[in-house]
């Protein structure tokens, strides 16, 4: 009784994704067959580098050998000579044997990377077939629900027979119910066999979804207003080029500009009596070059006066005036000396 309390007090073990635990015994789980590939291929990458390492020192080593048997040739002893040339066929057992490794391992290396794509390909596919095995489950789902909910509605509107929409309406839900029901027979049939043979590899995998496209958002110009060019008036604009605007013509400029040239007296408000009686005397005959053209981004809060239209109040018309009374007129004479 103790054990079975002391059992059953026990803490669970945490379980692992790497492995399992089933009645006493543990059950490693099983490693997917890319991660076992990019296993062997890292470990043969790495064989690899560590052979061409030695190979170029190998490589190195017979350059040095071939230059000592070089300068001793000067010499001509014999028996030195015969040491040099052993050193060197042993340089060169040694690096064609690092030559022939090499080249096994990179046959190794291609078959492993071979394997990888086709696994990770498999992969792919598998994911795939999957995912539409799922698409096709849900249309089979829904499917006869929308074909029940649309024969009671069409069986509904049948009761209204007095009514031409109704009417209309029934014949048109009977119709497409008729068409959605043997369509989604033959498509679901169709894309059943698909799965197989995309996981097979048969069938190419069903491209992503398409995403719509962002919206790209048109960043707000800067306010515009429309006044009565008085004068020919010039401006830089945002993008760096010069804008003219002639005298006795509507000119659309941003606001800042516009005030600009209502302050100085270059441009009135288009419902300026003078608009009506000016506009396009000029015939659009201007010459920006002269030299009264206004220069609207040189000119300051403070230079020129004030417009004042019919669009801005005038400070001093709307003053509250006190008018004083001075008395009555005065009257009397004044003496004039006559001249001869």
Same mark, same amino acid.
């Given at each position: 009784m103790l054990c079975l309390l002391a059992r059953a007090t026990r803490q669970p073990r945490q379980i692992t994704p790497a492995c399992l635990r089933l009645d006493g015994m543990q059950i490693f789980r099983r490693k997917p067959m890319t991660e076992k590939i990019e296993t062997e291929l890292t470990a043969l990458r790495e064989r690899a580098e560590m052979l061409n390492n030695r190979h170029a020192a190998a490589d190195a080593a017979l350059n040095v050998a071939k230059s000592n048997l070089q300068r001793h040739h000067l010499d001509a002893d014999d028996k030195i000579r015969a040491k040099l040339e052993a050193a060197i066929a042993t340089v060169t057992l040694t690096r064609d044997g690092f030559s022939d490794a090499i080249a096994d391992l990179q046959a190794?290396?291609?078959?492993?990377? +071979?394997?990888?794509?086709?696994? @990770?390909?498999?992969?792919? #596919?598998k994911a795939a077939s999957e995912k539409l095995s799922r698409d096709v489950d849900a249309i089979?789902?829904?499917?006869?629900?929308?074909?029940?909910? %649309? +024969?009671?509605?069409?069986?509904?509107?049948?009761?209204?027979?007095?009514?031409?929409?109704?009417?209309? /309406?029934?014949?048109?839900?009977?119709?497409? !119910?008729?068409q959605v029901e043997v369509a989604g027979a033959f498509a679901t049939q169709e894309l059943r066999a698909m799965v197989n043979a995309i996981a097979e590899g048969n069938a190419p995998i069903p491209p992503a979804k398409p995403q719509p496209a962002p919206v790209a958002v048109i960043e707000p110009g800067p306010p515009m207003q429309e006044v009565f060019m008085i004068k020919s008036a010039?401006?830089?604009?945002?993008?760096?080029? /010069?804008?003219y605007c002639g005298q006795y013509t509507?000119? !659309?400029?941003?606001?800042?500009?516009?005030?600009?040239? *209502?302050?100085?007296?270059?441009?009135?408000?288009?419902?300026?009596? #003078? &608009? &009506?009686?000016?506009r396009g005397s000029r015939c659009g005959n201007f010459n920006f070059s002269a030299p009264d =053209?206004?220069?609207?981004?040189? =000119? %300051?809060? *403070?230079?020129?006066? @004030?417009?004042?239209?019919?669009?801005?109040v005038d400070p001093v018309a709307?003053?509250?005036? !006190? =008018?004083?009374?001075r008395g009555g007129a005065i009257t009397g004479t004044i003496p004039v000396a006559k001249v001869l």
């Open positions: 190794k290396i291609a078959d492993a990377e +071979r394997k990888l794509a086709d696994e @990770r390909a498999a992969v792919e #596919r089979e789902r829904a499917l006869p629900i929308y074909l029940e909910a %649309s +024969r009671k509605l069409a069986d509904a509107l049948s009761e209204i027979h007095h009514n031409h929409e109704t009417t209309q /309406m029934r014949l048109f839900i009977g119709n497409t !119910t008729a010039k401006y830089r604009a945002a993008d760096g080029k /010069m804008r509507d000119a !659309t400029m941003p606001a800042e500009i516009a005030q600009k040239a *209502l302050r100085c007296g270059a441009a009135v408000s288009i419902a300026d009596d #003078r &608009r &009506r009686q000016l =053209v206004v220069d609207l981004d040189s =000119v %300051s809060d *403070l230079s020129g006066a @004030r417009y004042v239209g019919p669009e801005m709307q003053a509250n005036m !006190t =008018v004083l009374n």
